[in-house]
């Protein structure tokens, strides 16, 4: 398969652990982006990396939450001591650009997390 | 900023039913506009796209049309099956923001049987 993968599918903690999840995307594909989508509600963009560089992220990423794309190829998301209202979907996608732009978005199939 | 409003679900259509979702934008410049559509237990995928004033998209018998002058870019199919039930996301991007897309909240669609 080579789609856009993300481990772990699902993630059950309690208030005040850490987290980590980790992304892999489409292998050619430079630009990285990770969303959050809480039930009933469309995805929210969170930040999103092109090559090993984060080029943006959302007043919604809190300072306990931190991404990183080391060598430009997967992407891992750490929440630090998460709170209950960090339950959610996180989603990873990945995407060509810089003249290979198309706006076309290749999504995983999305890490959820259970804060207790 | 860009904004996305659509239709609130749940959309109840029995088969063979005719399908519109509504869409209306709010963005800057010029995006691209959007219809992703996630299956149960499935990641998002695109359904269909437009990227520029009077294109229509379509895929799969559905079809959306950019609507600058309303802007709108309402989903629709002629015949709905019950494999079309789906939570549908209506989106937009600009490319000078990244490409990062901008999501509608969502529509549930049930299609009976």
């Known amino acids: 398969d080579t789609g856009v993968s993300q481990d772990p599918r699902h993630k059950i903690t309690k208030r005040g652990q850490n987290v980590t999840f980790r992304c892999d995307p489409i292998?050619?594909?430079?630009?990285l982006y990770w969303y959050r989508q809480t039930l009933g509600q469309g995805p929210e963009f969170l930040t999103y990396?092109?090559?090993?560089?984060?080029?943006?992220k959302s007043r919604l990423l809190s300072d306990r939450f931190s991404a990183e794309r080391p060598k430009g190829s997967f992407s891992t998301l750490e929440i630090q001591r998460t709170e209950q209202g960090d339950s959610a979907m996180y989603l990873c996608?990945?995407?060509?650009?810089?003249?290979?732009?198309?706006?076309?978005?290749?999504f995983g199939e999305g890490s959820r997390l259970t804060v207790l | 900023g860009n904004s996305v409003t659509q239709m609130e679900g749940p959309v109840t259509l029995s088969e063979e039913a005719f399908l519109t979702i509504n869409c209306t934008y709010t963005?800057?410049?010029?995006?691209?506009l959007f219809w992703y559509v996630q299956y149960p237990g499935e990641g998002l995928q695109l359904l269909l796209k437009?990227?520029?004033?009077?294109d229509k998209g379509s895929n799969k018998g559905f079809e959306a049309t950019y609507r600058k002058e309303t802007t709108s870019f309402h989903l629709e199919k002629g015949s709905v099956q019950v494999s079309d039930s789906a939570v549908y996301f209506c989106?937009?991007?600009?490319?000078?923001?990244?490409?990062?897309?901008?999501f509608g909240g969502g529509t549930r669609l049930m299609v009976k049987p």
């Open positions: 989106a937009l991007s600009n490319y000078n923001a990244g490409n990062m897309l901008t």
């Open positions: 996608a990945s995407s060509l650009g810089q003249g290979a732009y198309t706006g076309e978005l290749f």
């Open positions: 437009a990227t520029k004033a009077d």
């Open positions: 292998s050619e594909h430079n630009r």
């Open positions: 963005a800057t410049g010029y995006p691209s």
């Open positions: 990396f092109q090559n090993e560089a984060q080029l943006e």
